[in-house]
């Protein structure tokens, strides 16, 4: 099983920007997804998950009304638009995949989650 992030970049606040999950090596249908981040000094955050089962879709308080997550199921992709990026949202970022997983907010906690990614890093200049 893979899960390879990708479009990390610069960004300055304010802006956009679309990072993806490359998901390999099980059936997509069957996983809920995630994506998490964590910041230098800082635990892991659970921010954007999607169900499985209906699609509906859980944010945290720190990015909900900025953030879309959204997937793919013709190309096994899972993608997290941020708009209006803040600096303090820099951070690594990190898809996740569980099985059938639920949207909701326990799912944030990301301690069920399967599989992980690698992560990619997201900096926002202010």
């Known amino acids: 099983v893979q899960l390879v992030e990708s479009g990390g970049a610069l960004v300055q606040a304010g802006g956009s920007l679309t990072i993806s999950c490359t998901v390999s090596g099980l059936t997509f249908g069957d996983y809920g997804f995630g994506w998490f981040r964590q910041a230098p000094g800082k635990e892991r955050e659970g921010i954007a998950v999607?169900?499985?089962?209906?699609?509906?879709?859980f944010y945290s308080d720190s990015v909900k009304g900025r953030f879309n997550i959204s997937r793919d199921t013709t190309k096994y992709t899972v993608r997290l638009q941020m708009n209006n990026l803040r600096p303090e949202d820099t951070a690594v970022y990190y898809c996740?995949?569980?099985?059938?997983?639920?949207?909701?907010?326990?799912?944030?906690?990301?301690?069920?989650?399967?599989?992980w990614g690698q992560g990619t890093q997201v900096a926002v200049s202010s």
């Open positions: 996740a995949a569980d099985y059938w997983g639920q949207a909701n907010a326990r799912a944030l906690s990301g301690m069920s989650w399967d599989y």
């Open positions: 999607i169900s499985n089962y209906d699609g509906s879709t």
